[in-house]
């Protein structure tokens, strides 16, 4: 492989945001091909492409594609075996008057 820089995987939050509506830099992931287990803030994100890939940093493979366009995005999981999202403790409704 070519050696070009990247950017780390806090990249993907902003745009992996506008999909879902939590924080996905501190969910933790496993690499389909070396079983690393990772956030995802600690992959290696390339955005030389015509969107973003986002790389182990252990084995290098691909593990999340993530492709926009002004209607909608394409994203691919298929490196990742799974993705432990941190969920917020639910809020307590005040009491009704």
Same mark, same amino acid.
């Given at each position: 492989?070519?050696?070009?820089?990247?950017?780390?995987?806090?990249?993907?939050?902003?745009?992996?945001?506008?999909?879902?509506?939590?924080?996905?830099?501190?969910?933790?992931?496993?690499?389909?091909?070396?079983?690393?287990?990772?956030?995802?803030?600690?992959? !290696?994100?390339?955005? !030389?492409?015509?969107?973003?890939?986002?790389?182990?940093?252990?084995?290098?493979?691909?593990?999340?594609?993530?492709?926009?366009?002004?209607?909608?995005?394409?994203?691919?999981?298929?490196?990742?075996?799974?993705?432990?999202?941190?969920?917020?403790?639910?809020?307590?409704?005040?009491?009704?008057?």
């Amino acid at each position: 492989m070519t050696e070009m820089s990247y950017l780390d995987g806090n990249m993907l939050d902003g745009p992996m945001r506008e999909l879902f509506t939590v924080d996905l830099s501190t969910a933790m992931g496993r690499c389909e091909n070396c079983g690393m287990t990772g956030s995802m803030a600690s992959l !290696h994100v390339y955005s !030389h492409a015509p969107g973003l890939v986002a790389r182990c940093p252990s084995c290098e493979s691909v593990m999340v594609r993530l492709v926009r366009a002004p209607d909608r995005a394409w994203l691919d999981m298929r490196g990742v075996t799974y993705l432990q999202v941190p969920m917020p403790m639910e809020q307590t409704l005040p009491e009704p008057l």
